[in-house]
């Protein structure tokens, strides 16, 4: 399984992108999909997780702001970023784990089988 993640890049605060994570070797309807980041000089955190039914959960620091999705034709998973905050600055990874994923370990970086390179987002103030 592979998992190539793009659309990193530098925007100013209030602004928007969107990142995109094409997966390869497994199906996005058939795993959980799941968005971290790491921020400079800290450790990865959870941003946004995808069941397979669809259901989403965000960090808290991200809700309102940010929505995972995904295009199931074309096996690729989104994470649409919008008012952005220097504070989102950071190394955002995808990451695809098994099916039946508990919510409760939706944040757990350990419970991921499979992850991408990483795509960097800077928001300046």
């Known amino acids: 399984v592979q998992l190539q993640a793009s659309g990193g890049g530098l925007v100013q605060a209030g602004g928007s992108l969107r990142l995109s994570c094409v997966v390869s070797?497994?199906?996005?309807?058939?795993?959980?999909m799941a968005w971290f980041r790491q921020a400079p000089g800290k450790e990865r955190e959870f941003v946004a997780r995808?069941?397979?039914?669809?259901?989403?959960y965000y960090a808290d620091s991200v809700k309102g702001r940010f929505t995972i999705s995904r295009d199931n034709g074309k096996n690729t998973v989104y994470l649409q970023m919008n008012s952005l905050e220097p504070e989102d600055t950071a190394l955002y990874y995808c990451?695809?784990?098994?099916?039946?994923?508990?919510?409760?370990?939706?944040?757990?970086?350990?419970?991921?089988?499979?992850w991408g390179q990483g795509t960097l987002v800077t928001v300046s103030s």
């Open positions: 990451a695809a784990g098994p099916m039946g994923l508990i919510a409760s370990q939706a944040w757990n970086e350990g419970a991921y089988n499979y």
């Open positions: 070797g497994a199906t996005v309807t058939s795993a959980t």
């Open positions: 995808l069941r397979y039914t669809g259901s989403q």
